[in-house]
């Protein structure tokens, strides 16, 4: 058999009755009639008691006889079935895995750290129970594996002006590569008959002997950005004045004074600190 086959045992309450009835009648007999034969019935009996399968909610009983798979309890209750049946118990519900940090090579090739949370579950007990050696630690091992595939696959953040503009990134494209990390752990987990419920990236950072330099970097981009929206404001600025004096005809300058009015606020208006002006008392010339 190579699938999961769900199964329903006898009532356990009903044979526990039934059970315990045969256990106490054949011992007050066998010490009313002193017949050893009864004693016999009473051991019987007793191996019965092992028959007893107990099954919570959200857990499993996969069943074997022998090493040959009989199938899977899934229901919760109290069952009976065969004493000589063992008993494997695998749990249903939904668990969390938060993966270790792991240091690994994105796209570009820069190093960074990453860990994942994971939420799974087991939906065919046949193959978590045989077809892997021990589905828990199957679970962190592939899911790391995915995490470091996953990484080689797209650059931490986007360097347009080195060439490097890409559409998906690890720090700002969240959904696209929480769906592309899903897809990848669920199809390394099918083996096993695990669910993906969901798979997020839990940590994502620069490598600590990178994460100063590229702070430098970002923060010098920043700047940059800054910069160029400021330069952009004030040549508005500058334009829309010497406007303003051309058209309402505040006073006539000439191209040397035009210029020199326009270096002026471009200085006041570009600076880093707020500009101490020289009141000149005489005249333009002077």
């Known amino acids: 058999m190579k699938a999961e086959k769900i199964i329903k045992p006898a009532n356990g309450y009903l044979m526990l009755f039934v059970t315990l009835l045969i256990f106490t009648g054949s011992i007050v007999l066998a010490i009313q ?4 034969l009864y004693l016999i019935i009473t051991a019987i009996s007793f191996i019965g008691f092992f028959g007893f399968i107990l ?26 079935a065969n004493p000589f049946f063992t008993k494997k118990k695998i749990s249903l519900r939904a668990s969390n895995f938060d993966s270790e940090r792991l240091k690994v090579n994105d796209k ?47 650059p931490y953040d986007n360097f347009a002006d080195e060439g490097h503009d890409e ?31 969901e ?11 990178i994460a100063s330099a590229m702070l430098k970097r970002q923060q010098a981009t920043a700047i940059v950005a800054a910069r160029h929206k ?37 200085v006041i208006l570009c600076g880093d600190k707020e500009a101490t002006p020289v009141v000149n008392a005489g005249t333009l010339n002077h």
């Open 33 to 36: 009639q002193s017949n050893p």
């Open 230 to 266: 400021i330069v952009e404001g004030a040549v508005s600025m500058v334009e829309m004045a010497l406007t303003e004096l051309s058209k309402k005809n505040i006073v006539d300058l000439d191209d040397e004074r035009k210029a020199a009015m326009v270096s002026n606020l471009m």
């Open 108 to 154: 570009l090739g820069n190093p960074i750290m990453i860990s994942t949370i994971l939420v799974w579950r087991v939906t065919d007990t046949y193959k978590a129970a045989f077809d892997v050696d021990n589905y828990e630690n199957f679970v962190r091992v592939q899911t790391d594996a995915a995490v470091r595939k996953l990484a080689s696959m797209y």
């Open 55 to 80: 099954v919570n909610p959200n857990t499993s009983q996969v069943i074997l006889l022998f090493g040959k798979y009989v199938g899977t309890i899934k229901d919760n209750g109290l069952y009976w």
């Open 199 to 209: 798979a997020r990236i839990g940590y994502l950072a620069y490598a600590q002997e």
């Open 167 to 197: 559409d998906i990134t690890l720090r700002s494209s969240v959904n696209e590569v929480s769906e592309a990390l899903e897809k990848e752990i669920e199809e390394r987990l099918a083996i096993a008959g695990i669910e993906v419920l």
